[in-house]
């Protein structure tokens, strides 16, 4: 609690005169009518609706994110001042004077983290500090001998019984404590890794990203993924965000497939193709990213192939309908939907981060309106653009190109251009409008995550070829809806033959069919 001596000379004696008669009461009353308390254990949400005026004071302390209504919404129900701090790198000292000359005090904070982050007098007492690092002490050290222990898989079970019989819950930065004692004892980290398989099954089922991992936004992935259902639903409700748009384009979609599923017909719904949109987008935009960043292989290596399957269905069925094999598809679809709502939609709120929304946002705009949802979202950035110098020349043996000519000469091709190095790397798109979509935020990542599963076994075949010299073209055809198309791989090499990557050129061969009357 605040000092009473900080508290206003009358009010002061006031509260001792209640002291005196050992009125706790009174004194509560009393000091609650002059002073503005903060319990650091509270989220920062609730401490703003609480006290509007902190906003400003946090934002010139260097929490900027707190004028971002969505952060505030999402991030901030779950964010302590003390957890933001250490997020930050910004000393609570710091923060607790400020709060302090803008009228503020403290009650005692009941974390750990808090305490240790407030003032000595706001803090547990000497005793009671040394009581809670002796027993954390000797956490680490049993935790420590489990991991021991479970070099010897076999002992996984015996480990296991142990383990539940001394503790009721263990937090993953103990653990990693633990880990870390270990490798200062001499256990090499490779032996560290191979024991994450085993121990991360035991220690509740948590996976190892869990154990090691911090997602975005500084709170933990335990922490955020406990609320994950709580995130989706904040996303969800600002118009224009990736995920309102995605679930907006599923309950126009749900209904179509419940009103023909109630009642099927001789034809699929109209608009029900808009799915294949909606698939296509999740593909290209939500799948590679789980996988390549979070490491979450699942929805890519499960979802993206029943995405498909439910694509090709619709395809086959607008070819050559039967109303048995409708019903089928588009109940997968409506199972689908389910998934994505239950699912992948809260996995992707717990782990993307803002600017992963805003990249996802900006690329979602390349591709056709399903469904009729088209919305923006007001608050969304892009990202920002790089100090490049477009006059800077550019000397090749063909002559000399200044950068904003080169740029213009390769999207002016009628052609859509894609390089991958040599480390099978996306590292250049034209721009151009695109009938297969190239993402601004698959540049950087390799080229086999752009694929779905049934494809990326063909690509990697095509590059292997390339790479070893077996093939240096490979040519494919394919019919779209805009039209024929000729896809043209190419293995680019040096004049001494090294392979420095692929090239994939993307031609519309409609003009080319009418000159020659086909």
């Known amino acids: 609690m605040a000092k009473e001596k900080d508290l206003p000379m009358k009010k002061y004696c006031e509260v001792n005169m209640f002291k005196d008669r050992e009125d706790k009461r009174f004194i509560k009353i009393f000091k609650e009518d002059m002073m503005k308390y903060i319990d650091l254990n509270k989220s920062v949400y609730d401490l703003v609706k609480e006290y509007p005026e902190l906003v400003d004071i946090m934002d010139e302390l260097g929490f900027s994110e707190i004028k971002k209504p969505v952060m505030l919404n999402s991030v901030g129900r779950f964010m302590t001042i003390p957890k933001g701090a250490k997020t930050k790198g910004i000393e609570m000292i710091d923060i607790i004077l400020a709060l302090k000359k803008n009228g503020f005090a403290f009650d005692r904070p009941d974390t750990d983290e808090a305490a240790s982050a407030t003032p000595a007098n706001n803090a547990l007492t000497k005793d009671e500090r040394d009581v809670t690092d002796d027993e954390r002490e000797k956490r680490k050290a049993l935790l420590k001998s489990y991991l021991q222990r479970l070099e010897d898989e076999t ?7 142990d383990f539940v019989k001394n503790f009721e819950s263990v937090d993953a930065s103990e653990i990693m404590a633990a ?16 024991l994450c398989d085993i121990h991360s099954s035991l220690f509740h089922g948590m996976s190892v990203e869990e154990i090691h991992g911090v997602g975005a936004n500084g709170l933990s992935l335990e922490e955020k993924r406990a609320n994950k259902k709580q995130f989706a639903a904040n996303y969800k409700s600002i118009v224009g965000h990736p995920l309102s748009t995605f679930s907006k384009e599923n309950e ?41 960043k979070y490491g979450m292989f699942g929805p890519s290596n499960v979802m993206w192939t029943v995405d498909d399957e439910i694509r090709d269905g619709l395809r086959d069925l607008r070819k050559s309908y039967d109303k048995d094999k409708a019903v089928e598809v588009l109940t997968r679809a409506k199972e689908m939907i389910y998934k994505e709502e239950n699912i992948l939609f809260p996995l992707c709120a717990a782990n993307f981060t803002e600017e992963d929304w805003h990249g996802i946002y900006f690329d979602s705009k390349d591709y056709d309106i399903a469904f009729g949802i088209d919305e923006t979202w007001d608050d969304a950035k892009p990202a920002e653009e790089s100090d490049i110098d477009m006059d800077f020349e550019i000397k090749m043996p063909g002559g000399v190109l200044k950068l904003k000519e080169l740029i213009a000469v390769l999207n002016t091709l009628p052609l859509e251009v894609t390089f991958v190095d040599a480390g099978d790397i996306n590292r250049f798109f034209n721009e151009v409008p695109k009938v297969f979509k190239r993402p601004s935020m698959a540049l950087g990542r390799d080229v086999f995550s752009c694929h779905p599963p049934k494809i990326e076994p063909m690509v990697r075949a095509i590059i292997g070829d390339f790479k070893s010299g077996a093939r240096d073209k490979v040519e494919v055809y394919m019919n779209k809806k805009e039209g024929d198309f000729l896809v043209s791989y190419f293995a680019v090499r040096d004049k001494n033959g090294t392979y420095l990557g692929t090239m994939e050129l993307v031609q519309n061969m409609e003009g080319i069919k009418k000159h020659l009357g086909l």
């Open 155 to 161: 002992q996984l079970e015996e480990v296991r019984a």
């Open 179 to 194: 880990e870390e004692e270990l490798i200062k004892d001499g256990m090499p980290v490779e032996k560290i890794k191979k």
């Open 252 to 292: 126009c979609a749900s209904k179509l497939i419940e009103e023909f599923l109630s009642n099927p017909g001789e034809e699929l719904p109209k608009g029900i193709s808009d799915l294949s949109i909606h698939y296509a987008k999740k593909g290209d935009l939500i799948y590679p990213l789980l996988s390549k």
